[in-house]
Nanobody, 126 residues
Framework: QVQLEEFGGGLVQAGGSLTLSCTAS????????LGWFRQAPGKEREFVAS????????YYAASVKGRFKISRDNARNMMELQMNSVKPEDTGVYYC???????????????????WGQGTQVTVSS
């Protein structure tokens, strides 16, 4: 049973933009903080950004702050990650995650995730 699903990965040139989307069941979306993580080849999965249930409080990893923007549309059960000024080091598999009853910090600092998507590949060419 798919709980979360990502869309929008692909190949993009350095300096370009790409938008990722994540959909989730209403049961999960309605009471969860959400986040994006990524995993580069040979590296551990790392936090990228998180957003509160209300959608008013985003939190970013230092490496993407000012370049990426996380948002959510609770009416559509959808979350997005707008990636701007991408760099080759942004390459990796991007995962969306949900922490029921959580906050931007339980995801961003604690890495707490109850449900994961299957991931979508983002490749940035130099």
């Amino acid at each position: 049973q798919v709980q979360l699903e990502e869309f929008g990965g692909g190949l993009v040139q350095a300096g370009g933009s790409l938008t990722l989307s994540c959909t989730a069941s209403g049961r999960i979306f309605s009471n969860s903080a959400l986040g994006w993580f990524r995993q580069a080849p040979g590296k551990e999965r790392e936090f990228v950004a998180s957003i509160s249930l209300s959608g008013f409080s985003p939190y970013y990893a230092a490496s993407v702050k000012g370049r990426f923007k996380i948002s959510r549309d609770n009416a559509r059960n959808m979350m997005e990650l707008q990636m701007n000024s991408v760099k080759p080091e942004d390459t990796g598999v991007y995962y969306c995650g949900a922490h029921q009853g959580g906050t931007i910090y339980t995801i961003g600092l604690g890495g707490r995730v109850d449900y994961w998507g299957q991931g979508t590949q983002v490749t940035v060419s130099s």
